[in-house]
């Protein structure tokens, strides 16, 4: 199985502040690499599909790179709105799919 | 636009079984299947399984595999997640997803159901 490991584990921020977070697979899965915003009590949004490509209708401040094992996910702009807990997934090995065990940002 | 409708919460005993259900509109499952997933209170998501296009299949997950069962009735658009033997473990807000084409994207989700195994 593909391992995803996703750091930090958790991040304190403050409003403005650029966020980074890193996700690293296992082996090499191309650039089959999502990222997903969670918030409490609801399900996971999709922001970034394949490593980069901004999903339609979320804000230009979130941002994705990377191929291969090693891949970035940036807020630019820190707003309010974004304390939440964020996830890679990779599908590689469609059809399955596996996940990094998250990223829980809050304020600072 | 698309929507995913999932039944309500369950409490089970251990060594019974669940069944959620997850009603699609918006499009139909004959043109995109849903995968299903969960995740276990304060923990991360982890993949049950999901339509293989390549082998017209649904796959389990290893680690469900022998428990769990998914199927699609095309008629109403509703899919279905059978798990069985339940154990504590199984405790967890169980979740269905479209995916983006023959891509394990998920993209639009269900709102979860809650799913508790207790004595």
């Known amino acids: 199985d593909i391992q995803m490991t996703q750091s930090p584990s958790s991040l304190s921020a403050s409003v403005g502040d650029r966020v980074t977070i890193t996700c690293q697979a296992s082996?090499?899965?191309?650039?089959?690499l999502n990222w997903y915003q969670q918030k409490p009590g609801k399900a996971p949004k999709l922001l970034i599909y394949?490593?980069?490509n901004l999903e339609a209708g979320v804000p230009s401040r979130f941002s994705g790179s990377g191929s291969g094992t090693y891949f970035t996910f940036t807020i630019s702009s820190l707003q309010p709105e974004d304390i939440a807990t964020y996830y890679c997934q990779q599908y590689d090995n469609r059809p399955s799919m596996t996940f990094g065990q998250g990223t829980r940002l809050d304020n600072k | 636009q698309v929507q995913l409708v999932q039944s309500g919460a369950e409490v089970k005993k251990p060594g019974a079984s669940v069944k959620v259900s997850c009603k699609v509109s918006g499009y139909t499952l004959t043109e995109v299947s849903v995968h299903w997933l969960r995740q276990a209170p304060g923990k991360g998501l982890e993949w049950m399984g999901g339509?293989?296009?390549?082998?017209?299949?649904?796959i389990y997950a290893q680690k469900f595999q022998g428990r769990v069962t998914m199927t699609e009735d095309s008629s109403t658009d509703t899919a279905y997640m059978h798990l069985t033997s339940l154990k504590s473990e199984d405790t967890a807000v169980y979740y269905c997803?479209?995916?983006?084409?023959?891509?394990?994207?998920?993209?639009?989700w269900g709102q979860g159901t809650l799913v508790t195994v207790s004595s």
């Open positions: 339509y293989d296009p390549e082998d017209s299949e649904i």
């Open positions: 082996q090499d899965i191309n650039n089959y």
């Open positions: 394949d490593a980069s």
């Open positions: 997803a479209r995916v983006r084409g023959d891509l394990p994207i998920p993209d639009f």
